[in-house]
T-cell receptor, first 117, second 115 residues
């Protein structure tokens, strides 16, 4: 069974502060893929990043960075110097491995981030 | 940039009525999905579709639900007899063929309100 836990329901930070969103996952598959999606107030789901289970390198994209640690089954997301436009609900998701075939995403419950100006 | 589109953006219907939610996936994508999100809750998988048939479905996707790809471009979700608890945002998604590593591209969603 697959499970994604985002223990932080809501976080508020003041603009320019750094913030880390936690994601812990459970899976029995040895190959799997992890994702982060952003859901702004307008409601759509915006893809942010994908990581496969064999690649534990951290990634940085502008103000965003991701820390994947297999040993703790975590895939945390850090926003540096937060901005008001970062206010959204952020979802971590997992899909089981395998090279092909339809697959569904298992989402966490999301973390609502509010950046206060 | 190609995107997934969904119509309508908001649908209000009475309990017991049938609704059809429409999606146009990205044109060269091969896998199609429906998810739903009850207000304030997480996004839940409903069904995946590949090669003109259902690939996987969740427990939520009971006999009241059906999916179809009627014309090679549209992908529809039908709810036969809506219930109050079907009120939710319904997202369509698609992805290219090949590795499951490819991300799913989501449409903007259809908000379904059942009264």
């Amino acid at each position: 069974a697959q499970k994604v836990t985002q223990a932080q329901t809501e976080i508020s930070v003041v603009e320019k502060e750094d913030v880390t969103l936690d994601c812990v996952y459970e899976t029995r598959d040895t190959t799997y893929y992890l994702f982060w999606y952003k859901q702004p107030p307008s409601g759509e789901l915006v893809f942010l990043i994908r990581r496969n289970s064999f690649d534990e390198q951290n990634e940085i994209s502008g103000r965003y960075s991701w820390n994947f640690q297999k040993s703790t089954s975590s895939f945390n997301f850090t926003i540096t110097a937060s901005q008001v436009v970062d206010s959204a609900v952020y979802f971590c998701a997992l899909t089981p491995g395998g090279q092909t075939g339809a697959n569904n995403l298992f989402f966490g419950t999301g973390t609502r981030l509010t950046v206060i100006p | 940039e190609p995107e997934v589109t969904q119509t309508p953006s908001h649908q209000v219907t009475q309990m017991g009525q049938e609704v059809i939610l429409r999606c146009v996936p990205i044109s060269n994508h091969l896998y199609f999905y429906w998810y739903r999100q009850i207000l304030g809750q997480k996004v839940e998988f409903l069904v995946s579709f590949y090669n003109n048939e259902i690939s996987e479905k969740s427990e939520i996707f009971d006999d009241q639900f059906s999916v179809e790809r009627p014309d090679g471009s549209n992908f529809t979700l039908k709810i036969r007899s809506t219930k109050l608890e079907d009120s939710a945002m319904y997202f369509c998604a698609s992805r290219p063929g090949g590795s499951r590593a490819y991300e799913q591209y989501f449409g903007p969603g259809t908000r379904l309100t059942v009264t």
